[in-house]
């Protein structure tokens, strides 16, 4: 399996405070992705990264932002959760972004109160 | 709106049927790629397709590609129980380095 870690697995948290996940990688890739899954939506990007201090947007970033200081960690903030943001929210890695697999964390199940 | 629609969102079939689906796409792409979800769990790799291919196999998959209809099949052929899972198909947009997905289809294979 590749290695690609995301913590915390499961929180719960209140509107209006900020949340931090992390996801961290030992394959060295290049890119990143931050997706969160709700019923019905499937999966949407959030944000990603093509390399340290390298990011983008997704289709849904509002309220999201994200940092990429080290290729091994890529850290996804909800500035001031809200009800609306509670999912679950999986991260994965790639080495390229046409040509390779991506591989993808087990998810973080975030519920805001 | 998503880059990758699925259809049907749901299936149910039962073992030793074959399953199909299908993906439609907006954009240009490099590649697609289809993957797997079992239940509560991260998403499975199982096979890539890229735009200058029609057709592609890995074991019991059949993956197809019309880049002139911008949309793509799955073919699992002999269901299995196992096969029980969620099904995304992926793009790589041709102008970006997004790797985007559609809503799934849901497939029941039952014993």
């Known amino acids: 399996d590749a290695g690609i870690t995301q913590s915390p697995r499961h929180k719960v948290t209140e509107t209006g405070t900020p949340v931090t996940l992390r996801c961290h990688q030992t394959e060295n890739h290049r890119y990143m992705y931050w997706y969160r899954q709700d019923p019905g939506h499937g999966l949407r990007l959030i944000h990603y990264?093509?390399?340290?201090?390298?990011?983008d947007k997704g289709e849904v970033s509002d309220g999201y932002s994200v940092s990429r200081s080290k290729t091994e960690d890529f850290l996804l903030t909800l500035e001031s959760a809200t009800s609306s943001q509670t999912s679950v929210y999986f991260c994965?890695?790639?080495?390229?972004?046409?040509?390779?697999?991506?591989?993808f964390g087990q998810g973080t199940r975030l519920t805001v109160v | 709106s998503q880059q990758g629609e699925e259809d049907p969102q749901a299936l149910s079939i039962q073992e030793g049927e074959n399953a199909t689906m299908n993906c439609s796409y907006k954009?240009?792409?490099?590649?697609l790629q289809w993957y797997r979800q079992n239940s509560g769990r991260g998403l499975v790799h199982l096979i890539l397709?890229?735009?200058?291919?029609r057709e592609k196999h890995s074991g019991r998959l059949r993956v197809t590609l019309d880049t002139s209809k911008k949309s793509s099949s799955l073919l699992i052929t002999a269901s299995r129980a196992a096969d029980t899972a969620s099904y995304f198909c992926?793009?790589?947009?041709?102008?970006?380095?997004?790797?985007?997905f559609g809503g799934g289809t849901r497939v029941l294979v039952k014993p």
């Open positions: 992926a793009t790589d947009e041709a102008a970006g380095n997004k790797l985007t």
């Open positions: 990264s093509y390399g340290v201090k390298d990011t």
């Open positions: 994965a890695i790639s080495e390229s972004s046409n040509l390779d697999e991506a591989f």
């Open positions: 954009t240009s792409i490099n590649n």
């Open positions: 397709i890229r735009s200058n291919e």
